[in-house]
C-alpha cells in the first residue's frame, strides 16, 4: 500500500536533489522500499556533487567496506582548493561591502550602487558574481547557511534578473534545508511575483516554473505555523489550479489535505470537490477518493473503506505524516455531519463503524461532536441511537423569505434597466451632436 501510492518518484524531476533528501531519508526510516535500493538511490543522486565525505560514506554503505578509492580523496582535496580560492576572492568582496560608509552609501538603485562600488573601490561585475560563484559552490558542498547569506548578498546588488531568479531559488532552498521557515516563504513569495510578473519566452517556461514552485512549497507549507492556509489561497488560484490539471494532479493529495484539517476553509470544499470530479480520470488515491466517495456519491461504506487507506498513506507521506491525526479527525467529522444531515435516527454502533472506532469510542466521539458542534440532537441510551431535531420552517416564514428574494431580484433588474436607458440615452445623444 505504502510503495503502491509514493508520490516520491513523480516529485524528483521538479526537486533540486539537496531537497530530495529527506524524502529519501524519510522512505528509509518508514521502510517503504529495501534499505540497500535507497542508499543506492541517495550515491546516485549526489555522487556527481561537492558533497565528498557524504558520498563516501555512503559508498563505504553501498559497498560493505572501510576503504574508499583513491579518486575521492583527490576529489576532496580538489573541492577545498576551489572552495579556498573561492572564499578568499568572496570575502574581499564581504570586507568592503561591511564597512559603515559603504553600507550607508547603498541605495535602493542597484545601477547607482555598482557604479559607487566601481568609482571608489574598482569593483567589476565579476566583483558581485563571485558572490553568486561562492553561494552556489558553498550549497553543492551541503554549507545551506553560509549559502543563504551568499546569495542574499549577491541579490541585493545584482542586475542580471536571471541570475537573480535562480539566486532566490538557491536562497529558498537553503532556508528550507536548514530549517528557517519564515525565510523560506519569504522567498516562496518573491519567486511566486517574479514568475507571474516575469516575461517569459513561451507559456510553457512560464507552467514549469510555476510547477517546481508548486512541489518546492510543499516544504514550506507543511511546515511553517500559518502554511494551511497559505496552500490553500495559492494552490485554489486559477493559475496554479491550472498547473496541477496540467502537469502535476498528484498535489491534489496535498491541497486536499490542506482543506480537510483546516476548519476555516470548509467553505472551498465545494471547489475543491469540482477539481477532484474533473481529474479523477488522470489521478486519484485514496485521499481524493474519500472527498468523491463522501461528497459526491454520498457512499458511506466507501468513505469508510477508503479512510482506513488514507490512514496508511498519509503516515508514510514526508509532507502528511505529521497531519495524519488531524486529517482523521476532520474526516470523521464530515462523515458525521454530512451522515447526520441526511439521517434522522441513527445506530451509534454502526455510526461507529463507519468512523473506524469502537463502539466505546464511538460514543464518546459522538457525545463530544454534538457538545462542540452544538447539533440539536439527543441521544437515546436505552435504544443506543442519536435522535436528529430537524427544524421545521413554516409555511408563513418560507413565503416571507421567498418575498424578500424576489423584492430584492425586482430591484436589481430594475436598477439595470435604468442604467441600459441612461446609456442608450447618452449614445443617441452623441450620434445626435
Known sequence: MAAKHDLTLRMIPFLDRHLV??????LELKEVYASGDLVQAKYDLFKNSNMVDFIAELYKKLEKTDEVPKEFTEKREKVLSQMEELRTKAQRVMDVLEKPEVIAALRQDKAQNLEYLKENYQFTEESINILYEFGQYQYSCGHYGEAADYLYHYRVLATDVERSLAATWGKMAAEILTGNWDAALEEMQKLREAIDQKSFTSPLQQLQQRTWLLHWSLFVFFNHPKGRDGIVDMFLTPQYINTIQTSCPWILRYLTTAVVTNKRRKH????????????????????TEFVEALFVNFDFEGAQKKLKECESVLSHDFFLAASHEDF???????????????????????MSQRLNLSQEEGEKWIVNLIRDTRVDAKIDFEENTVIMNTPVTSIY????????GLSFRSQVLATTIKRREAVAQNTSNEIAA
Request: net charge negative.
Open 268 to 287: 472551498q470544499l465545494k471547489e475543491l470537490v469540482k477539481i477532484i470530479e474533473q481529474e479523477t480520470y488522470e489521478y486519484k488515491d485514496p485521499v
Open 328 to 350: 482523521l479527525e476532520s474526516a470523521r467529522q464530515f462523515i458525521s455531519e454530512t451522515y447526520c444531515r441526511i439521517h434522522q435516527k441513527i445506530d451509534i454502533k454502526e
Open 397 to 404: 416564514q418560507q413565503v416571507i423569505e421567498r418575498t424578500k
Open 21 to 26: 533528501f529527506p524524502l529519501l531519508d524519510f
